[in-house]
């Protein structure tokens, strides 16, 4: 397959995606799409090498459907990346914090940025994207109007940030997976996680036998997540991240008990751990 030297995100350019594509790659041309389908298909179809996605949020818990979505999507997790969300309000080159009367943003943002924008008086209005909005601004030029969105966005489009870290906590972040058609098993770090996906047998608490064998093995499990699969309220699947390698002597034993257990099981990848995790 002829190398793009490029990597999907879902999102216009500014985005939180991109972002992270930048922290994760910055070699790399980032490819704006509309949605995480899209994502997955700029590399299925060779438009992109690498596919950047939004797996959970600390606030506000998983992202939807993403779950769903990286099973079956013939990729394989290559990184991970912790991007914290830093709001910067911004506004037309120029224009300061009092000419502001009303910003734009994505729904999810303007919670989170309540008080500055209470604290001043400033409206808000919901929109599609934030860093979408930073580009709309940039071409419409409405007067008295700001955007909250990453620096990245004002940058990109030329607007004045008016005011940086205006969240009202600061601990909110997103995680990404960087993900790739072909798995990289190799040991890249001394923290190593490793993800994957099972669907548990039909016996009797067949969920705490599975368990059972990484908590006798001494491997931490950091994530376990369930949704149901195929439209049945019966069959459920199981999302999992685990610290360690599956080379590693006590992650082996624990996934060779999760075998008698499980009908289907399917790592999704292994891969270092980001250091802001910690």
Partial sequence: ??????????????????????????????????????VIDAVRDGRADMAMLPVENSTYGRVADIHRLLPQSGLYIMDEVFVRVR???????????????????????????????????????AAADSAGAAEELAQHRTKGEGVLASELAAQIYGLDVLARDIEDHG???????????????ARRSDHMMTTFVFQVRNIPAALYKAMGGFATNGVNMTKLESYMVGGSFTATQFYADIEGHPDDANVQLALDELGYFTSEMKILGTYPADPRRF
Avoid: W
């Fill in 1 to 38: 397959m002829t190398k793009t030297n490029c990597i999907a995100f879902q999102g216009v350019l500014g985005a939180y995606g991109h972002e992270a594509c930048a922290l994760s790659r910055p070699d790399m041309q980032p490819l704006p799409c509309d949605t995480f389908e899209e």
């Fill in 171 to 185: 601990h909110n972040t997103t995680r990404f997976l960087l993900m790739a058609p072909q798995m990289n098993r």
């Fill in 87 to 125: 709001i910067a309000l911004m506004g037309l080159p120029g224009s300061t914090l009092a000419d502001i009367a009303k910003v734009r943003a994505h729904l999810v943002l303007i919670p989170q940025a309540k008080t500055f924008l209470k604290a001043h008086g400033i409206a808000a209005e």
